[in-house]
């Protein structure tokens, strides 16, 4: 039995179909509230519950042999993506769990001062390379999935908003990729307590987005270049009325400012491991958006 947290996620709800059409048995981790109609329709079974929640977590991971961590913070990093992955991680251990996969970001261990997500990840992955149990950490750049709203945006607009240096390098991944790489990991003797760098198959400039968006609609892109200090601006004006918000912000503080880009070498090393070929950008999106 597989749980997968953050089932109805970008790469979770992806994690759950690959492993259902493997007719693999899945427990997927949701909240009432989620939307998780298409994960029961393909078979998964649905343990309702609260990441928060120690005890949901107990409940949840009683009789299952592996974990694919991929829920997201929900701008509680302490919370979601450092305290519920520890009790994860305990909890596999009690529970005899044979592999524990991680995701992780690319950066995590860079030490971002200013950024609770990363601090939270670079905890984790510590905790869980000394816990004795089988890991993958999975550490990806941008996720594809996340341009999908833009391009379609982009679609009715021409116009992209682009924040911080247009320079700054990116190697956005196929979200199915990704999650194939993560439902592999429990299998592949390569992948056993590795940490992997996850991007595409380019080092992409951000300003290169738009461009890519402009060959896809055959439209003239129209970038709006806002820099780092308008956002800065406005999260410190946030912070004047809500200082818990701005300390999430600086997450989004950390990705806009930096460059998130796997080397020739990372991606060489994954596509050997997983016998797999990294879908670029462009082909990512042409597939989505039926063009
Ligand atoms: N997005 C990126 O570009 C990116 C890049 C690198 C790494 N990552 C990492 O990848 C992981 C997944 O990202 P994603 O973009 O796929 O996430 P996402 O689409 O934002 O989904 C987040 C998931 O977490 C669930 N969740 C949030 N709070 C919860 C709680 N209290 N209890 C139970 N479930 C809860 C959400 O459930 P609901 O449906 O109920 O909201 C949802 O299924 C995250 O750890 C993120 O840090 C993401």
Redesign the pocket.
């Known amino acids: 039995m597989f749980l997968v947290?953050?089932?109805?996620?970008?790469?979770?709800r992806r994690v759950v179909r690959i492993l259902r059409e493997q007719s693999m048995p899945v427990r997927t981790?949701?909240?009432l509230?989620?939307?998780y109609g298409d994960l029961e329709t393909r078979g998964a079974e649905i343990f309702i519950g609260?990441?928060?929640q120690d005890k949901d977590i107990q409940k949840a991971c009683r009789g299952v042999q592996y974990i694919i961590s991929?829920?997201?913070?929900?701008g509680d990093a302490q919370a979601?993506?450092y305290r519920a992955n520890i009790e994860l991680i305990d909890q596999a251990k009690e529970n005899g769990v044979q592999h524990f996969v991680f995701?992780s970001?690319?950066g995590a261990a860079r030490g971002y001062e200013d950024a609770p997500?990363f601090k939270a990840k670079q905890a984790v992955e510590k905790y869980l390379q000394a816990s004795g149990l089988n890991y993958t950490i999975l550490r990806?750049?941008?996720?594809a999935s996340?341009l999908l709203p833009l391009a379609e945006q982009f679609r009715q607009t021409g116009l992209y908003l682009l924040n911080g240096d247009p320079k700054n390098r990116t190697s956005i991944v196929s979200t199915d990729d990704l999650a194939q790489i993560a439902v592999d990991s429990v299998s592949l003797e390569g992948a056993r307590n590795q940490i992997f760098a996850v991007g595409g198959p380019d080092i992409l400039k951000r300003e290169d987005i738009p461009r890519i968006f402009g060959r896809i609609f055959n439209r003239e892109p129209i970038v709006i270049n806002a820099p780092l200090f308008v956002f800065d601006g406005i999260r410190n004006t946030v912070g004047l009325l809500n200082p818990q918000a701005k300390n999430s912000l600086g997450t989004l503080r950390t990705l806009l400012g930096n460059e998130f880009f796997c080397t020739a070498e990372e991606i060489a090393r994954l596509q050997m491991t997983y016998n797999i070929k990294m879908e670029s950008l462009e082909s990512f999106l042409r597939r989505y958006l039926g063009l």
């Open positions: 947290t953050g089932a109805t996620g970008s790469i979770g981790f949701v909240r509230t989620s939307r609260d990441l928060r991929a829920h997201g913070s929900d979601l993506d995701i970001v690319l997500t990806p750049s941008g996720l996340n």
